[in-house]
Nanobody, 122 residues
């Protein structure tokens, strides 16, 4: 079994920064794509950023130039550096990792973190 634990959320003023972390633990052979989603009250969950095993990244247009996704494969951890935060970035942020649990298991499984609240307000 695999668990994802998120940290780093909180309250920040507009223009401020936060860094989210998502650490995976348990039976892990290899991790493919790591993603960050967010869900604001009354809205659907949206994909914010993703990074594949080769290090290629993608971002939703609204965060380009402000957010940076990265990964530390040795620690099975994904990061989301969020700069120049805006009130519209307020949401619960969820990490997602697509991984293989063992060498013998040929298919990948998608796991989710518990979510961390990010509030941008003065």
């Amino acid at each position: 079994q695999v668990q994802l634990v998120e940290s780093g959320g909180g309250l920040v003023q507009p223009g401020g920064s936060l860094r989210l972390s998502c650490a995976a633990s348990g039976s892990i052979f290899t991790i493919y794509t790591m993603r960050w989603y967010r869900q604001a009250p009354g809205k659907e969950r949206e994909l914010v950023a993703e990074i594949n095993s080769g290090g290629s990244t993608k971002y939703v247009d609204s965060v380009k130039g402000r957010f940076t996704i990265s990964r530390d494969n040795a620690k099975n951890t994904a990061y989301l550096q969020m700069n120049s935060l805006k009130p519209e970035d307020t949401a619960v942020y969820y990490c997602n990792q697509e991984l293989r649990e063992s060498r013998l298991r040929l298919t990948s499984t998608s796991y989710w973190g518990q979510g961390t609240q990010v509030t941008v307000s003065s």
